[in-house]
């Protein structure tokens, strides 16, 4: 099976810009996860999506919102960029509701200029 | 609010050394405790998990114990190997109406020859 997959791998955007990350389950997975790490606050959780719906959230500002489609596959969008959105961006899917070994996505490394 | 404190924030040890990392959680509800392996420039990697169900795990040179009244699970390496050099993170999750995982800081391990 296929891993998670993360697009882009790298993205430079300069603040006041919106950006779009998208994420690919591993085949099967219905829940994705999504973390910002930076070295200074470590891996933070966003949110998680399951079967479209977001069932949790982290403590971030309305600015960092996400969804998932029908294929579970998932996208995260952040507007109006800060410098202190510099990260790297995971997600994560998991196979159901009740299954709670996540698998990590390589990341998406964004730069705010 | 939820938290995980994770100790020490970086350990150094002789190869064949044990390395012992230990982490807190606040928040009660927290029902399965995974541990990830984080490479140089590549994607956290679970190495080991505990449920709340289960005292202590093992696989191989690692294990992990669970003390839920107090708060407390650890994380043992025995017979170190300079390819255990990299940073580990504990985390705390629960499945409560969806899934949220809280990690800790992690802690930067190097193993010397």
């Known amino acids: 099976k296929a891993g998670v997959t993360q697009t882009p791998r790298y993205l430079i955007k300069t603040r006041g810009q919106q950006v779009t990350l998208s994420c690919s389950p591993i085949?099967?997975?219905?829940?994705v996860s999504w973390y910002q790490q930076t070295p200074g606050q470590g891996l933070q959780f966003l949110f998680e999506y399951f079967s479209e719906t977001q069932r949790n959230k982290g403590n971030f500002p309305g600015r960092f919102s996400g969804r998932q489609f029908s294929n579970s596959r998932s996208e995260m969008n952040v507007s109006t960029l800060e410098l202190g959105d510099s990260a790297l961006y995971l997600c994560a899917s998991r196979f159901d509701r009740v299954q709670e070994t996540q698998y990590f996505g390589p990341g998406t490394r964004l730069l705010v200029l | 609010g939820e938290n995980v404190e994770q100790h020490p924030s970086t350990l150094s040890v002789q190869e064949g050394d044990s390395a012992v990392i230990k982490c807190t959680y606040s928040?009660?509800?927290?029902?399965?405790f995974p541990w990830y392996k984080q490479e140089l420039g590549k994607r956290p990697q679970l190495i080991i998990d505990?449920?709340?169900?289960?005292g202590e795990k093992k696989d191989q040179r690692i294990a992990v114990t669970l003390n839920k009244t107090a708060k407390h699970f650890s994380l043992h390496i025995t017979e170190t190997q300079p390819e255990d050099s990299a940073v580990y993170f504990c985390?705390?999750?629960?499945?409560?109406?969806?899934?949220?995982?809280?990690f800790g800081a992690g802690t930067r391990l190097f193993v010397k020859a």
């Open positions: 928040d009660s509800a927290s029902n399965y």
């Open positions: 505990i449920r709340s169900n289960v």
């Open positions: 085949s099967g997975h219905r829940s």
């Open positions: 985390a705390a999750s629960y499945s409560a109406g969806g899934f949220k995982t809280i």
